[in-house]
Nanobody, 121 residues
Framework: QVQLVESGGGLVQAGGSLRLSCAAS????????MGWYRQAPGKQRDLVAT???????NYADAVKGRFTISRDNAKKTTSLQMNSLKPEDTAVYYC???????????????WGRGTQVTVSS
């Protein structure tokens, strides 16, 4: 089993910045893709950014140029630097990872519990 814990959420004004972090723990053999998703009230959970173990990043059009995803494979963490925040960025942000444990033969998808990001106008 892999546990993901997000941190760094909070309340900021439009135009401000926040940095979200996610730490993976457990008897992890390896982590494949990691990423961030968000869900606003009444809306579906959408992809924000993903990053491969090799460092290849992918971003949703809505955040491209403003957000930057990174990861530290040694520390088993991923971060999301969010700049030029807009009110429409307000959502619960969830960490996601594909992980393999010592007890599994395949990669499985894991989710954090989420962290609230609120951007005021």
């Amino acid at each position: 089993q892999v546990q993901l814990v997000e941190s760094g959420g909070g309340l900021v004004q439009a135009g401000g910045s926040l940095r979200l972090s996610c730490a993976a723990s457990g008897r992890i053999v390896s982590l494949r893709g990691m990423g961030w998703y968000r869900q606003a009230p009444g809306k579906q959970r959408d992809l924000v950014a993903t990053i491969t173990s090799g460092g290849t990043a992918n971003y949703a059009d809505a955040v491209k140029g403003r957000f930057t995803i990174s990861r530290d494979n040694a520390k088993k963490t991923t971060s999301l630097q969010m700049n030029s925040l807009k009110p429409e960025d307000t959502a619960v942000y969830y960490c996601n990872a594909e992980g393999k444990t010592y007890y599994s033969t395949t990669f499985e998808t894991y989710w954090g519990r989420g962290t609230q990001v609120t951007v005021s106008s």
